[in-house]
């Protein structure tokens, strides 16, 4: 299924062609180190009435290999893969998009048509994406690098913030949930030395409601919660 779905290569110095990726102009999100893939393929399930695409990057290949295992699943019934975990709050059950549309037994003739994977590091994908061609970048539980000596290696650094900025259309937005602190805390600090630079984003507040881009609540999230911890989320729109 990889073959199918994995996103092209372009040679070093060009950029990608999303009209020969995708048809009808869809809106394009990208979502770097999508883990398992049930984030991933949940958008891809909730947003299959929108205009919308999706390109996931995985750097490790039990995370590739098992969201392909995934989509096969759902593809060889020509349904969309359903095995997640809906995030929740009793005060809003009606937040579930899948609620009284789709029991995981419609039929759809490909299920994954507008969805490509690609197999390495989101971060070193950027710079093959063309400029301001990204509806939304989503960063969702990325690795914290708790120590200090490990802190250049976080994802969120002041030259990938200024990548995603001009991968993105005006208004797009960058979305991020993780529940370590020291990393979300590190993550506010690098914007606001981005934007004292040259305004670049706007961090929006409240954060938009995590059922449009998080609707999942992961195995490694929820162990977060079994340990105490607390999820946050965060969203940027390019200035």
Same mark, same amino acid.
């Given at each position: ?47 299959? $009435? ?33 095995? $997640? ?155």
């Amino acid at each position: 299924i990889l073959a199918d779905h994995r996103l092209p290569s372009v040679p070093y110095g060009t950029f990608l062609d999303w009209s020969q990726i995708f048809s009808g102009e869809p809106d394009i999100w990208l979502e770097i180190g999508f883990g398992q893939g049930e984030n991933l393929l949940a958008l891809a399930h909730f947003k299959r $009435y929108e205009n919308v695409a999706f390109v996931g990057a995985e750097i490790h290949k039990s995370g590739i290999g098992t969201a392909c295992r995934r989509m096969q699943e759902g593809k060889q019934v020509n349904q969309f893969w359903t095995d $997640y975990t809906v995030f929740s709050e009793d005060s809003r059950p009606s937040d579930n998009p899948n609620e009284g549309t789709d029991d995981g037994t419609e039929k759809h003739d490909n299920p994954y048509r507008n969805l490509r994977l690609h197999p390495g590091d989101g971060v070193k994908l950027l710079p093959y994406i063309p400029p301001s061609s990204l509806s939304a970048v989503l960063i969702t539980f990325p690795d914290p690098f708790p120590k200090k000596k490990e802190r250049h290696w976080r994802v969120i650094q002041k030259h990938i913030v200024r990548d995603i900025h001009r991968v993105l259309k005006d208004s797009g937005r960058f979305f991020l949930a993780t529940d370590h602190d020291g990393f979300n805390q590190w993550a506010h600090l690098i914007f606001n030395e981005v934007n004292e630079e040259l305004s670049m984003f706007r961090e929006l507040k409240p954060c938009p409601n995590r059922m449009d881009w998080v609707p999942v609540v992961s195995k490694y999230e929820q162990k977060g919660c079994d340990e105490g911890r607390s999820t946050n989320l965060n969203c940027w729109e390019k200035a």
